[in-house]
């Protein structure tokens, strides 16, 4: 980097970007200035005076503007007469930092010792206790005593709930501040503040109902006390009573990095997770993780999982083993014979969804397989998807993301977090959408389209850019003027939104299926639930923006893995053609009927489930599967990187792992498939047979890179209570432009929205199977949609 | 040789006007030593409340890791310890236990003690499991045991003034 300035810290010289404040630049040297409320992800503000140190600046000649020398020819140094803030204080050339003297040293202790005036001795039942800030730097920087009267302690409120996670211990709260800083600065939602002042100063909450944050539990994990705690882990367990494993969250395409805290139970001696915590991944969730993910985990212990195969007897769902039901149903697959149709949830592993692809092409002889639910373009994702070494945490200057038809906080929440970061980095956001979001707050412009007239506006701002060799005809009718009328958008913005595209050095265009066209119509897909993504993928193409890192499409999918389970699909040649004469149905992790749909009419109905669904109920076989927390596996992303979870806790009764279901199926069918062994063993296949999944092997998906800010470990002060990254970054698959250098469009013809179209309305806190067995989130569940009805209707 | 032989003999008749060192245990039990280390139990406060909190700091400190708490969340409807945090659960495998008392020196409200108690035995080692029911003492006479409901906002700290007083 250019602008490195030097500086010595205890005598130690240490090279650090200008700009970078002096307790970031003693840590990268391995000095640790402890600090309370500066926080490496947060503005600094020098609040709680313990990160004080001694700084001498260079003297300066006034008449030359150069460094003053001494006689040994170094530069004469002005020592402060004060101690500075290291967390405030940004560094200079030549600047001199003692962090250990004697000043420094009683500074600390001084310090501290009005810190914990008033902080009560609750490390015993305090939920922090063990991986507290406060309690580790009082043991290496505290006095050993006070001087303070013990009976002049402040008395306040331990049991005060902020919400109906959150609770807030007001006397154990050292008002650094985190917490509200956190939820202005990163969350960007104002629902935290101060009330009163001096020792009774104390934090409350502004909104109603009480803090009103998708990101509320992160708060827990930066709160260098204990003074919040969740509802959830609160006096659950102390934190070296856990084994912490690695894993993905499943909630949503974000994909976000883990840390499962399990402890076998003595109810019925059964592992449980007793809490999940962010797990350090810079590239994909930095050290946050939403509520949904955080309180997410209850699914995995539920009384009604269920825990052996069911065989349909005489009209009834009975319990039976393994064999039975496995050969029962290789005996049907083998008689019905091609006539069958498989289902797969997108919620599975890419293992789960290779073998079953694998299964069909071999197994069953058929290639109908569609994946649920129906999504479309992960197919032009695949080929124009952002690019290997995409990191929305490095988007500034020069980038310009168009969002389009999707609520980014509603459907991946922490890229809400990071794409606004990009945006207060520089990062210039477009935000069409037929109805208010969260992302209207950043954009550089705001586009409010009529439901339904997405794919025209895209268009519009294409021909605004002025590009499209392959489709210019097409597009050259969707003047800006002419999408203006259209949409509704005012011409001028369309036009200057295009001007932002064309001036883009980098492009994302991120698109979600807020749109009122159906994919599937009586078992066909539909151009009209295309054609939005066709057109951002024309305007990626058109532009020349696809292939590269930080450029190309990015999809908001509905689940944690949509993209893979395309992918597997595609990669053994699975299609989905409409079922005639169908004879049997295979349904993993599916629950068509749940949603409100109807199955093809079958005669044998074989489903693989974590719970007894509506759809579970009408089938003749179901096969119990396991939750991500007691298997391995992978996952991909939104932006295709490749992911590893570990297995956490036990699994639950006789259920088994999705892709062992349907191994012993192909075995018992006659596949020589005896090599499957681990789930390690199908994701090798994978790597050498899917050219885009190659180099995804499990030890390569395990490795970790140094990350900045360092969190774990021993370091607890310095970026909260998160873990560092010991299950592996992942990988970054290339999409298919990297690989092959192809690029094309085509022209699907925009579908004109009628009178009735309602908007498709994704929103993070529906109910469903899995998130409905968490008993702690189930206040922040909604039934009702986001808004009005009218807002949604079309033109 | 033969004065050898007088000489045992002697030994042997003058020990026989001796008492006997032999203690018919079990009927006969010796008194153990002041500090000696037995079997433990939970103590309670003067009011029937338990002293335990939870806090697993025994479990953290025992060396066998013979201990397993499971804390839980009192309120005034149904306390059973002062503060927030009670033992759900604690138990001690006694087939484990070293009786190095350090879970009594880690104790912070004084509950768990180790009491001159030594004939631990059983059938079986599941009922070598210590439980808490096993282990917590009965309430004082005429004291309520718990859970109790309580006076709302009247036991906010963890430990209560006379666990504060360390007893000899």
Not at chain 1, 19 to 35: M, Q, R
Not at chain 1, 47 to 60: A, F, Q
Not at chain 1, 137 to 155: E, V
Request: proline share 6%; hydrophobic share 35%.
């Amino acid at each position: 980097m250019a602008d490195l300035i030097n500086v010595y810290i205890n005598e130690v010289l240490v090279s650090v970007p200008k700009g970078t404040v002096i307790v970031d630049a003693a840590k990268k040297l391995g000095v640790n200035i402890p600090v309370f409320c500066y926080h490496p992800k947060l503005k600094p503000v020098g609040m709680c005076r313990m990160c004080l140190v001694e700084v001498g600046r260079r003297k300066i000649d006034r008449a030359t503007g150069q460094p003053l020398l001494d006689a040994n020819n170094q530069p004469e140094i002005a020592w402060g007469l004060k101690l500075e803030t290291g967390c405030t204080t940004p560094i200079e050339e030549g600047m001199q930092v003692r962090t250990q003297n004697e000043v420094v040293k009683k500074a600390q202790k001084d310090v501290l010792e009005f810190l914990l005036t008033s902080h009560p001795l609750d490390c015993p039942v305090c939920d922090k206790g063990g991986e507290c800030p406060l309690q580790n730097l009082t043991l290496q920087f505290g006095p050993g005593t006070t001087r303070f009267d013990y009976n002049d302690k402040q008395h306040l409120d331990k049991h005060y709930p902020l919400g109906d996670i959150i609770f807030l211990d007001k006397e154990r709260c050292i008002q650094c501040a985190r917490c509200i800083r956190f939820q202005d600065e990163v969350a960007d939602d104002r629902v935290l503040g101060f009330y009163e002042r001096g020792r009774t100063m104390q934090i409350d909450t502004l909104s109603e109902p009480g803090f009103d944050s998708k990101f509320s539990g992160n708060t827990t994990d930066i709160c260098p006390v204990g003074a919040l705690t969740t509802r959830d882990f609160r006096f659950r367990a102390r934190p070296w009573e856990m084994t912490h494993v690695p894993s993905i969250c499943t909630h949503c395409a974000v994909g976000c990095n883990l840390t499962l805290g399990t402890r076998r139970s003595a109810r019925d001696r059964q592992w449980e997770i007793l809490r999940v915590m962010p797990r350090q991944n810079e590239d994909v969730n930095e050290i946050w993780i939403c509520d949904k993910g955080r309180f997410g985990h209850h699914f995995t212990r539920s009384q009604a999982r269920l825990t052996t195969p069911l065989v349909r007897k005489n009209g009834q769902l009975a319990e039976a083993t393994w064999d039975e039901a496995i050969k029962l149903v290789a005996e049907r697959l083998n008689v019905v014979y091609g006539h069958v149709v498989g289902f797969i949830g997108d919620r599975v592993s890419n293992e789960d969804a290779y073998l079953f692809g694998k299964l069909f092409r071999e197994g069953v002889k058929t290639t109908r397989i569609a994946n649920r639910p129906h999504v479309a373009g992960a197919d032009l994702v695949q080929k124009y998807g952002v690019g290997s070494g995409t990191n929305l945490g490095a988007l500034g200057k020069g980038t310009v993301v168009l969002i389009v038809a999707g609520d980014v906080e509603e459907t991946a929440p922490v890229y809400m977090l990071r794409l606004r970061a990009a945006a207060q980095r520089g990062a210039k956001l477009i935000v069409a959408n037929a109805r208010e979001t969260k992302m209207d707050r950043y954009a550089a412009n705001s586009l409010r389209y009529k439901v339904g007239t997405e794919t025209q506006l895209v268009y519009g701002l294409l021909n605004a850019v002025n590009q499209g060799s392959g489709i210019r005809d097409q597009v050259a009718a969707y003047t800006p003027a002419k999408v203006a009328e259209i949409t509704g958008v005012p011409e001028a913005e369309i036009t200057a939104a295009g001007k932002l595209i064309a001036e883009a050095k980098d492009l994302i265009v991120v698109f979600g299926d807020e749109q009122p066209y159906d994919i599937m119509v009586n078992g066909q897909y539909t151009d009209a639930g295309r054609a939005l993504p066709q057109a951002c993928a024309n305007l990626v193409v058109a532009t020349g923006h696809a292939g590269k890192a930080n450029n190309g499409l990015l999809s908001l999918w509905p689940h944690n893995n949509t993209q893979g389970v395309f992918d597997m699909l595609a990669a053994n040649g699975a299609q989905w053609t409409p079922a005639d004469g169908l004879k049997a149905l295979y349904i993993v992790g599916s629950d068509p009927i749940g949603e409100g749909q109807t199955l093809p009419k079958s005669e044998f109905t074989i489903v693989q489930e974590l719970f007894l669904t509506e759809t579970a109920k009408q089938a003749d076989v179901v096969l119990p599967a396991l939750s991500f927390a007691e298997r391995d596996g992978t996952f991909t992303n939104a932006e295709r990187r490749v992911q590893r979870y570990y297995k956490a806790i036990a699994p639950l009764g006789q259920a088994r792992a999705d892709w062992e279901i349907i191994r012993m199926v192909g075995e018992q069918l006659g596949l020589k498939w005896t090599h499957y062994l681990t789930s390690e063993g199908v994701m090798a296949e994978i790597a050498a047979t899917v050219p885009q999944y190659s180099g995804t092997e499990y030890a390569a998906l395990a490795q970790v890179t140094e990350a900045w800010p360092p969190v774990g470990s021993n370091d607890l002060y310095f970026g909260g209570t998160a873990y560092d990254n010991r299950g592996g970054v992942g990988v970054q698959i290339k999409s298919g432009v990297e690989l092959d250098g192809q690029s094309e469009m085509n022209w699907i013809e925009p579908p004109v929205p009628s009178a009735e179209s309602t908007l498709h309305v994704r929103q993070l806190n529906r109910h469903g199977t899995l998130i409905d067995q968490s008993a702690v989130y189930q206040p922040r569940l909604i039934d009702a949609p986001i808004e009005p009805a009218q807002v949604l209707k079309g033109a | 040789m033969i004065t050898e032989i007088l000489k045992g003999m002697f030994i042997t008749f003058r020990e026989i006007f001796k008492p006997p060192v032999t203690i018919q245990y079990p009927e006969v039990k010796r008194p153990v030593r002041q500090r000696f280390r037995g079997r433990h139990e939970l103590r309670r406060y003067a009011d029937g409340l338990e002293r335990c909190i939870g806090c697993a700091l025994c479990a953290a400190a025992c060396p066998a890791d013979a201990i397993y708490v499971e804390a839980s969340e009192n309120t005034d409807e149904q306390r059973y310890s002062p503060g927030e945090r009670y033992a759900k659960t604690y138990e001690i495998n006694m087939l484990r236990c070293i009786f190095c008392g350090y879970c009594e020196d880690a104790c912070p409200t004084d509950a768990i003690v180790l009491t001159d108690a030594y004939e631990l035995s059983a059938f079986s080692r599941k009922d070598l499991i210590y439980t808490k029911d096993m282990l917590i003492v009965p309430p004082p006479a005429g004291k309520p045991g718990t859970p109790q409901k309580v006076e709302e906002g009247a036991y906010n700290r963890s430990i209560l003034p006379e666990g504060l007083v360390s007893e000899p």
